[in-house]
């Protein structure tokens, strides 16, 4: 494997841990923000990876083999949280808010997830070039 494409393939996994942090930290901004309905709360942003097999491209590389995608980011598909507060000036006609379905505890342990996986992949990057500077160092000898 070509080391071009070692950095491709490093390149599209920092990119899709990027991502992932970045949707971590927009749901913990949004831990406890409440709504005047079920419809408009917040939901937790959830990003889709696929791998790309053997000759789809990613970033203009051509015939990349191996990388990860981001198909789409989507909704987490858990319940809303439905609270009495009737003097709030958000609450409908019966009292209630609704809060974001942001768990904090799985958005601290998805962070340090992406975040260790972000760092694979930076050492990825960083044993191919250590690699290539030895090789590059065996040949002028």
Known sequence: MSFEKIMAIGGTGLNAQLVRMNATASNLANVGVVSGSEATAFRAQRPVFSALLDGET?????????GVRIERIVNDT???EQIYEPG???????GYVFSSNVSEIEELVDM??????????????????????KT???IKA
């Open 58 to 66: 990613a970033g203009g590389y051509e015939d990349l083999a191996g």
């Open 78 to 80: 858990k319940p809303i």
């Open 88 to 94: 709030n000036a958000m609450a409908n006609e019966d």
């Open 112 to 133: 340090l997830d992406a975040s260790r996986a972000y760092q694979n992949n930076i050492e990825v990057i960083t044993s191919a070039k250590d690699l290539m500077i």
């Open 136 to 138: 590059l160092g065996l």
